[in-house]
């Protein structure tokens, strides 16, 4: 949430639209998301058979040019951080110690975790489809200028969090650009386009599926997805499958939940995954980062089978750990990046992205940090081991959520600092929303998309792929689109 005094970034078409024009383009651009697959399935009124315009944001928010350029340029490296992470047994199981012991969730992963270490890793090449969160912050020690049409023009960017598996936005991320690409010709301002930067995170996430795909070298073998019970967010999905097809019309595709895998899934004599007759041999997790998801013993039992498997997973269960915020907690302190980064310019583009985050384990590191929250609430962020949004405590709740928890319960969060972003102003578009919408205060994450393909010891494959961005009402707390919390939106830059 943004402070009244944030600096506020300049708009990339001058506001506000006249009242005709605006109702007339903005009736052309919902019809538009449609058509073109910038939609949703309605949680309210939900039918497999109608979608709505996700919520967007009229125009691009202003980004700094310099700022996007420099967080492009490092996901390559955070993608080398987190393989790395991910394939250090004893720093996962050092670090998760004693959030596993009072979060059942992360506890159940961690026993897959270590009934594949111990019964031998089948398949040692892991796939990560990564998305480094970052946001702007007002209140950096190292200041850097951008343009700002108020005082204190001063911002840096900082990491919110690194997600490891269902990394959305692949298809909405371009999809963004486009619809505002089409706004901004209709209101007569296409000369802005040459500052959206291009954007493949589509094609970029599905060429890293393929490419793992084409390591196993089995021409009759599918990718599956892993899927929710009810999909919502379906275009964003169905699209990535539907750009594997078009492309490469000779890889199969195939989607099945957490149950279906249990009943219709088997181990070949070889160790490869069948899934009814068909050979899987990558796996694409769109489902099972949330309790929701396993419904009982049969969906644990469904991840254990496809973690004994050849197929290479996106991610693997040890990616899968590695992308929890206990973990990125660890990474935040001076001295552990050397453990897996041994380039020291290198580790100093890391650490300056990194933000406070705080233990909160028994012990005198996490008593210190409930004093911090205590002592100033609104200057920090609680978060749990869980992915999705919706799950974090904010400013003035956080001393009533800690007082609620005893010691052990502690150690299955952990404290962040807030970030304070510039605003932007803008018209958010939703569907059932007032029209004419009003000129509201925005705030919004960028997502930086990632692919890496490896083992242990050798990196084959590393790339960024792409981006998104996220925009919310400068005065929510959460802001995820498919939860209903935020908007499409994309960056227009700005030197």
């Given amino acids: 949430m943004a402070t ?51 919520p967007f944001i009229l125009t691009p928010s202003s980004f700094p040019r310099k700022e996007f350029e420099k967080a492009v340029e490092l996901q ?19 670090t998760l110690r004693n959030t596993i012991q009072v979060d059942a969730f992360t506890g159940a992963l961690f026993e897959i975790y270590e009934t594949v270490l111990k019964e031998g890793i089948s398949q040692p090449i892991s796939l990560g489809l990564l998305r480094s969160d970052l946001m ?35 298809h909405l991320g371009p999809a963004s650009k486009a619809i505002q690409s089409f706004i901004l010709k209709e209101l007569g301002h296409a000369d802005k386009l040459v500052d959206l930067p291009e954007n493949h995170a589509l094609s970029g996430l599905c060429n890293g599926m393929v490419e793992a795909w084409k390591i196993q070298d089995n021409p009759s073998a599918a990718i599956m997805f892993v899927i929710e019970d009810v999909t919502y967010n379906i275009c964003d999905q169905r699209f990535h499958e539907f750009y594997i097809r078009e492309t490469y019309p000779h890889i199969p595709v195939i989607r099945r939940s957490l149950t279906q895998i249990y009943q219709q899934g088997k181990l070949g004599s070889n160790g490869d995954l069948l899934i009814d007759d068909t050979v899987v041999t990558v796996i694409y997790f769109r489902a099972g980062y949330e309790p929701g998801h396993y419904h009982g013993p049969n969906e644990w039992a469904a991840r254990l089978l496809m973690e004994r498997s050849k197929a290479i997973k996106c991610p693997s269960i040890h990616y899968h750990l590695a992308g929890t915020k206990k973990v990125q907690q660890a990474l935040a302190k001076p001295s552990i990046l050397k453990r897996f980064i041994h380039e020291e310019a290198k580790i100093d583009s890391i650490k300056d992205i990194f933000t406070g985050l705080y233990s909160l384990d028994k012990g005198e590191e996490g008593a210190q940090a409930v004093k911090l929250a205590y002592s100033n609430p609104e200057r920090y962020v609680l978060k749990p081991q869980r ?31 807030r970030i304070f972003p510039p605003l932007s ?23 930086i998309f990632g692919a890496i393909i490896g083992t ?25 689109v498919a939860a209903g919390l935020g908007a499409l939106d994309s960056p227009y830059l700005i030197d």
Avoid at 25 to 40: F, L, N, Q, T, Y
Avoid at 144 to 169: D, H, L, M
């Fill in 4 to 54: 009244n005094d944030a600096p506020v970034l300049e708009s990339c078409i001058p506001i506000p639209i006249e009242e005709e024009c605006l109702l007339e383009v903005i009736e052309k651009a919902k019809d538009w998301a449609i058509m073109h697959g910038a939609a949703m399935r309605s949680k309210n009124n939900f039918s497999p058979d109608a979608l709505q315009f996700a």
């Fill in 76 to 94: 390559v490296t955070l993608n080398e951080l987190m393989h790395y992470v991910a394939h250090d047994e004893e720093f996962l199981k050092e």
């Fill in 136 to 170: 702007l912050e007002t209140k950096c020690e190292n200041s850097c200028p951008i343009r700002c049409a108020r005082a204190k023009p001063y911002c840096c960017w900082k990491q919110v969090e690194i997600n490891t598996i269902a990394s959305g936005f692949g």
């Fill in 387 to 417: 992915e999705g949004g919706g799950n974090n405590v904010y400013g003035v709740d956080i001393p009533e959520a800690l007082e609620k928890m005893n010691e052990d319960e502690r150690s299955a969060w952990i404290l962040m600092e």
């Fill in 425 to 447: 102003r803008g018209y958010m578009v939703r569907p059932g929303g007032n029209m004419p919408p009003q000129i509201v205060d925005l705030v919004s994450e960028l997502g």
């Fill in 456 to 480: 242990k010891d050798k990196i084959l494959y590393n790339k960024q792929v792409g981006h998104m961005l996220r925009t919310k009402l400068s005065s929510a707390n959460e802001g995820g």
